[in-house]
């Protein structure tokens, strides 16, 4: 079955301090793995997926294949950084491609 | 703003009802999935159409069903309502031309209390 596993509910840091939003996957063929990020009282946006190497608001995530992880960090958190982030995959079949998510991590900066 | 529209926005009702939640994809775009999200289930994907056909399913239970119509929007069922089914119900909709490149769209979502 295929699983994606956030093993952080809650993640607390300081303004500056680098941050670290951990997700571990099932090996199950060659997923496609994404992170979405859902603001307060705003809809799921997707922040970033591993086949496009981007960098979106200061944040990457490089997939580890070894490990079947996809972390992801930013080197200075900010306030506005705080929300809930869901990891989550979905298999490179075209046309079928409902996103498994883990069960979220809630990031809270702090002054 | 995503341009992918559910209505209602809130919907309260008893066990035993019957309830229709709508969304609307962005223009254009032929692939709908329904998630649900539940404090204790988290997020969980439903159900997908693409261009009127359902195209996979996930952990949907048979007293909920979906369509999609010719005009493309969806509508998500969900009948003989238990407190169980009380959750924040996700449309997402997807490109025209379904590739690796494919990026769902979640609209706003529609919170449903069951009393």
């Known amino acids: 079955a295929q699983r994606v596993t956030q093993p952080e509910k809650l993640l607390s840091v300081f303004k500056g301090a680098p941050v670290e939003l951990k997700c571990n996957y099932s090996?199950?063929?060659?997923?496609?793995l994404f992170w979405y990020v859902q603001y307060s009282r705003q809809r799921l946006q997707l922040l970033l997926r591993?086949?496009s190497r981007e960098s979106i608001k200061g944040f990457t995530a490089d997939l580890n294949k070894g490990e079947t992880s996809f972390h992801l960090k930013k080197p200075f958190a900010q306030e506005e950084d705080s929300a809930m982030y869901y990891c989550?995959?979905?298999?490179?079949?075209?046309?079928?491609?409902?996103?498994?998510f883990g069960s979220g991590t809630r990031l809270q900066v702090q002054p | 703003d995503s341009g992918v529209t559910q209505t209602p926005k809130h919907l309260i009702t008893a066990t035993g009802q019957r309830v229709t939640l709508r969304c609307s994809p962005r223009?254009?775009?032929?692939?709908v999935y329904w998630y649900q999200q539940s404090l204790d289930q988290g997020l969980q994907f439903l159900i997908q159409?693409?261009?009127?056909?359902?195209?996979a399913k996930g952990n949907i239970l048979e007293r909920f069903s979906a369509q999609q119509f010719p005009d493309l929007h969806s509508e998500l069922n969900l009948s003989s309502l238990e407190l169980g089914d009380s959750a924040l119900y996700f449309c997402?909709?997807?490109?025209?031309?379904?590739?690796?490149?494919?990026?769902?769209?979640f609209g706003p979502g529609t919170r449903l209390l069951v009393l």
């Open positions: 997402a909709s997807s490109a025209t031309r379904v590739s690796i490149w494919e990026t769902q769209y």
């Open positions: 090996y199950s063929g060659s997923p496609e």
């Open positions: 591993h086949i």
């Open positions: 989550a995959r979905t298999p490179m079949d075209t046309g079928r491609r409902a996103l498994t």
């Open positions: 223009s254009g775009d032929l692939s």
């Open positions: 159409y693409y261009n009127g056909e359902e195209r």
